[in-house]
């Protein structure tokens, strides 16, 4: 059981490039999302979707792109990196919306 | 909007004691659900304990217990006979019950245990 797999786990990126951060869940998981971890901030919510062609956006959507084709996959676009996109990325899934959430074991961006 | 206040960032225990991590919250919901997270330091999120807000008795798992104080609208959790793999950041949420409910985080706590 696979569970939520993040790739990839470490990433170095140009200030101004693009890249895509992959999320796959093969629990079933209609629940999705993307956090970004920063240092004294605890982590804060960048989209969300709650089904396959439905998303939203969270607390610091700026700079981000998401889409849900597939129940399975929740991929997270940067569009142009900044060095303020420098974080730890986390994704997560839920089956019901009240339930525990099952994180990705993280990506680490830095942006120079 | 939710908030989550976890005001110590930082903990320290040493091993075999009891230390109680702090968490307050602000909402006007009567149904929703409080979680503590646990980080290592390999960065994996691990679920250490959930509670259901119209469940009147406090959750525990194992050494891990929490005080729910629904009318002062804190949520803490102790950790029983503390061990050197507790050392960790912990982090509280608040997740609204029903349709589109967010999972808001606190800004974390970082625990050490002292041998």
């Known amino acids: 059981n696979a569970g939520v797999t993040q790739t990839p786990k470490f990433q170095v990126l140009k200030t101004g490039q693009s890249m895509t951060l992959q999320c796959a869940q093969d629990?079933?998981?209609?629940?999705m999302s993307w956090y970004r971890q920063d240092p004294g901030m605890g982590l804060r919510l960048i989209h969300y979707?709650?089904?396959?062609?439905?998303?939203d956006q969270g607390e610091v959507p700026n700079g981000y792109n998401v889409s849900r084709s597939t129940t399975e996959d929740f991929p997270l676009r940067l569009l142009s990196a900044a060095p303020s996109q420098t974080s730890v990325y986390f994704c997560a899934s839920s089956y019901f919306l009240s339930s525990e959430a099952f994180f990705g074991q993280g990506t680490r961006l830095t942006v120079v | 909007a939710q908030t989550v206040t976890q005001s110590q960032p930082e903990m320290s225990v040493q091993e075999a004691e009891t230390v109680t991590l702090s968490c307050t919250y602000d909402t006007s919901e009567s149904d929703y659900y409080l979680f503590w997270y646990k980080q290592p330091p390999s960065r994996q999120m691990i679920l250490v304990i959930r509670?259901?807000?119209?469940?009147?008795q406090n959750a525990t798992e194992n050494r891990f217990s929490v005080n729910f104080q629904k009318a002062a609208k804190s949520f803490s959790l102790k950790i029983s006979d503390s061990q050197l793999g507790d050392a960790a950041m912990y982090f509280c949420a608040y997740r609204r019950g029903g349709a589109n409910s967010k999972l808001t985080f606190g800004k974390g706590i970082t625990l050490s245990v002292r041998p």
């Open positions: 979707s709650v089904g396959a062609g439905i998303t």
């Open positions: 629990m079933n998981h209609e629940y």
């Open positions: 509670q259901e807000a119209y469940k009147q």
